[in-house]
């Protein structure tokens, strides 16, 4: 194979890994975070006017902050809506030109640093970039689609640092870098989209620096007099990334000093984290989907981590001063984990997604260090280089079966949740969202056991937990329990409108109408637009018998929601009530054009008819409510009635039989048999 081809093959080789291990994501749910922003949130919904996408809702979601995010998310809603492939194809698309860029600058760097090009470059950068691309580790920033944030970050990273090593490392073919200028603009403008990603993205400049000094100029003096304007246009990217950070608020108070967790105590969770996340880069297993707010203190649980990142550090540190290869992977590694490190983010004190870009530094002074430990043993570099080839191809293939299995759990949300609880139980938010991905596939149980478990793991201030508890058990038919739990998570957050709501449906099924009253009324306060509460509300004030008030409620709840049908009927049954059987009749066929198969409103329109007189036209309903119900003796004996008003005696008596048959002990319709002279059971 010509030189030339070789790199064109070995990135394909890259590239189909890839497709190969993520290739069955493409039907994957939307899980955790990415649901509600992908299906409710409208910043998303239009590519044009630029304006609104790139300025996200100040909301504390994953885009707020972070513009590009926001603009990938409407070119993906563009493409399949809410149908979740395009969303897994661009994360895919992503993630495999990421890996080509590492793959660029990892072949460039080996090749430049030997005098007339190293021979090893093509394989070892081949190596280090299929193991980063098919590490299970890049699975949560890949598979899970609102990681996009930490994986397109990665993209910008990556091709910035590309890009200025395509304009200061000479081409193959000449002594001097290839239309230098022009990728130096390109390694800017990537940097300036990376800040516009994600604030990881803060370090890139310094590294940039440090890499021009470990591998070009060999020294940080000479490095700022050849391009110090490179550098300060590179510089100027942080006046960007401090104006978006500045407008999020903190993400509404929970990333920073304002956060509701220590500092000292997030420190030291950190410590045991990139312990941690470098365990997972040897050996990924087991992988935790969310680890929730987990808070790691004591010296018994600190001590190994503590010497395993104390060792890490002084290699770095001594790789640095030597300048070494070493020195520039370990700050790498350090430098991306810092800003989630230091900055205290109290809704996620650990996660895997943050190693995506770090994974790299490990893998690559993995491979380094073990090919010139072959080299060492086997005294010469094509067979050390051989040997590490078939560890590396090895472990790639275990790495990629590891991969897809991962992302097998991803098809599943209840799957993936139960993983993170099995693999994490302490975490209340894998339980949390358990019962919740539980809930929604109907297994109404099994979800408030996990909602009760999530509150024995956090049993204060855990309003969200003690709601849905309530939910489970209020549709299981525990309604006294159910308002227990619902009124302390309205205590807890009164400005859940749902939980207000729904204590007024438990207090509904205990027979308490005059106390759910006023829950409906301060769901309303908090959210005057919401019909089915409304609706609530009109149940409760005709069950105290407020029969005015009610019809206000429901005809409420019919101007924001007309296709309800069980408000028609209901509100048809309040004006009969009242006396207006013409209303009453014009909400029974209103109901019946939404739902021709509602019983109760065929029967009920029969009774509005009949008691008008219009017993012809009752016999429509009457019939259809005996073909939707025959098993309901009601049913027919009204429609006995309509038919002898019709003078249709011989029919009336077989309905007032079949009355009879259903139900033995109905008096009336026995009479109607005995007074017609047909004999009816005994």
Not at 83 to 105: D, K, Q, V
Not at 590 to 603: G, N, S, W
């Amino acid at each position: 194979m010509a030189p030339s081809r070789a790199p064109l093959f070995a990135g394909g080789l890259i590239v189909l890994a890839t497709l190969a291990v993520y290739a069955g994501t493409f039907s994957a749910p939307f899980v955790f975070d990415a649901a509600p922003i992908v299906t409710a949130y409208p910043g998303i919904r239009h590519l044009w006017p630029l304006g609104p996408l790139l300025q996200p809702a100040h909301d504390g979601s994953t885009v707020e902050g972070r513009p590009l995010v926001n603009l990938s998310l409407a070119v993906s809603y563009a493409m399949s809506g809410t149908r979740p492939w395009a969303y897994h194809a661009m994360n895919l698309a992503i993630h495999g030109l990421a890996a080509l860029a590492l793959f660029g600058i990892v072949r460039r760097t080996l090749r430049a640093r030997a005098p007339g090009g190293d021979p090893r470059a093509l394989g070892l950068a081949w190596l280090v970039a299929l193991l980063w691309a098919v590490h299970p580790l890049q699975t949560e920033s890949v598979t899970y689609v609102i990681q996009r944030a930490e994986s397109l970050m990665g993209l910008f990273y990556l091709f910035t640092l590309y890009a200025f090593v395509r304009g200061v490392v000479p081409d193959e073919a000449t002594s001097v870098p290839a239309r230098a200028g022009a990728w130096l603009v390109l390694a800017w403008l990537s940097c300036l989209a990376g800040m516009a990603t994600k604030e990881v993205m803060v370090s890139a400049p310094l590294i940039v620096l440090l890499y021009d000094r470990a591998f070009v100029t060999g020294s940080f003096g000479e490095a700022w007099r050849r391009r110090r304007g490179f550098y300060g246009a590179l510089a100027a990217s942080w006046l960007l990334l401090g104006w978006l950070v500045a407008g999020t608020g903190s993400r509404a108070g929970t990333v920073g000093t304002s956060a509701p967790l220590p500092w000292s105590h997030y420190a030291t969770t950190q410590v045991y984290a990139i312990a941690r996340y470098l365990r997972l880069s040897v050996w990924p297993h087991p992988l935790v989907f969310d680890y929730g707010t987990t808070v790691v203190t004591g010296w018994p649980a600190l001590l190994g981590p503590a010497l395993i990142l104390a060792g890490v550090a002084v290699i770095t540190l001594a790789g640095l001063v030597r300048n070494r290869t070493a020195g520039f992977l370990g700050a790498a590694f350090f430098a991306l984990l810092a800003p989630t490190s230091l900055v205290p983010i109290a809704t996620q004190t650990m996660a895997e997604h943050r190693m995506y870009l770090p994974l790299a530094a490990v893998l690559a002074a993995l491979v380094l260090l073990l090919e010139r430990g072959a080299a060492a043993v086997v005294g010469r570099r094509p067979a050390a280089l051989a040997i590490v080839a078939l560890a590396g191809v090895g472990s790639a293939g275990t790495l990629g079966a590891m991969t897809l299995r991962r992302n097998h759990l991803y098809q599943d949300e209840v799957a993936l949740w139960a993983d993170s609880a099995r693999h994490w139980p302490g975490n209340a938010r894998a339980h949390l969202q358990l019962g919740d991905a539980l809930h929604r596939t109907g297994r109404i149980e099994a979800a408030a056991q996990e909602f009760a478990r999530a509150l024995i793991l956090q049993p204060s201030g855990n309003a969200i937990a003690r709601y849905d508890l309530g939910d489970c058990l209020l549709e299981e038919g525990h309604a006294a329990a159910a308002a227990d739990q619902l009124a302390e998570a309205v205590r807890l957050d009164p400005a859940n409108g749902e939980a207000s709501n729904n204590l007024g449906n438990a207090l509904m099924a205990l027979g308490r109408p005059q106390a759910a009253i006023p829950r409906y009324q301060a769901a309303l306060a908090l959210d005057p637009g919401a019909a089915k509460t409304r609706f609530n509300l009109g149940n409760a004030l005709a069950a105290t018998g407020d029969f005015r008030g009610a019809a206000a409620a429901y005809a409420a709840s019919l101007r924001r929601r007309p296709d309800n049908a069980a408000a028609d009927f209901n509100l048809g049954n309040i004006e009969a009530q009242l006396g207006d059987l013409t209303a009453a009749i014009g909400h029974y066929e209103a109901a019946l054009r939404l739902d021709p198969a509602y019983v109760a409103a065929q029967d009920n329109l029969g009774n509005a008819l009949f008691q008008e007189g219009r017993f012809a036209e009752a016999l429509g309903p009457y019939g259809a409510a005996v073909r939707l119900a025959p098993g309901n003796p009601r049913t027919h004996y009204n429609l006995a009635n309509a038919l002898l008003r019709c003078g249709r005696a011989g029919e009336a008596a077989a309905e007032y039989a079949a009355a009879v048959r259903l139900q033995p002990d109905f008096p009336e319709a026995r009479l109607m048999l005995r007074q017609l002279g047909a004999a009816g059971p005994r």
